[in-house]
Antibody
């Protein structure tokens, strides 16, 4: 059973950098060929794919200039950084796992963490 | 980028009735569509992938169909725990992988 858990600050000021960590238990981001992903959901809105790490990384072009995803060598965590945040980045941030590149649906999700950007 | 649209925005259904939710892709995504259920305060839950394959543990009352640009999620007999928001997602094209705006299923 794979479990994912997001952690990080819940409140940021405009222009700061959002930094979140996803802790993975029951699996490793360095094994299995899975795609470890960040997805966000603006309040009351739909889901927006941010990017993944699976050895290499790939980001949503709409966020590419501000986002980076990295993994730690232990294989138990991966992180999201989003620079120069504004109120438009206020959202619930989920980490999730995709089965493979071609089967890129999300079978495991974290519970989500609300990040609010406010001055 | 493939744009996913869903209809209706809200579907009011009585318990025990059938619910039919639609999802359309802006270009063909073959059968590379997944469906998720999301309840308030929770993460989405994978229901269907490959347009029609139920994920592990998903009840048989949930079924998916379609290919190309038109997809359907059917809940054959709504139970109280099925009232939620449902999202479709395409994963055919290269990233970004995109979701529809959701259909809320509420109690009639």
């Amino acid at each position: 059973q794979v479990l994912l858990q997001e952690s990080g600050p819940g409140v940021l000021k405009p222009s700061q950098t959002l930094s979140l960590t996803c802790t993975v238990s029951g699996g490793s981001i360095n094994r299995g060929g899975y795609y470890w992903t960040w997805i966000r959901q603006h309040p009351g809105k739909g889901l927006e794919w941010i990017g993944y790490i699976s050895g290499s990384t790939y980001y949503n072009p709409s966020l590419e200039s501000r986002v980076s995803i990295s993994g730690d060598t232990s294989g138990s965590r991966f992180s999201l950084k989003l620079t120069s945040v504004t109120a438009a980045d206020t959202a619930v941030y989920f980490c999730a796992r995709a089965e493979s590149y071609y089967n890129h649906y999300f079978d495991y999700w974290g519970q989500g963490i609300l990040v609010t950007v406010s001055s | 980028e493939v744009v996913m649209t869903q209809s209706p925005g809200t579907l009011s259904v009585s318990p025990g009735e059938r619910a039919t939710l639609s999802c359309r892709a802006s270009q063909s995504v073959f059968v590379n569509v997944a469906w998720y259920q999301q309840k308030p305060g929770q993460a989405p839950r994978l229901l269907i992938y490959g347009a029609s394959t139920r994920a592990t543990g998903v009840p048989a009352r949930f079924s998916g169909s379609g290919s190309g640009t038109e997809f359907t999620l059917t809940i054959s007999s709504l139970q109280s725990e099925d009232f939620a928001v449902y999202y479709c997602q395409q994963y055919d094209n290269r990233p970004p992988f995109t979701f529809g705006p959701g259909t809320k299923v509420d109690i009639k």
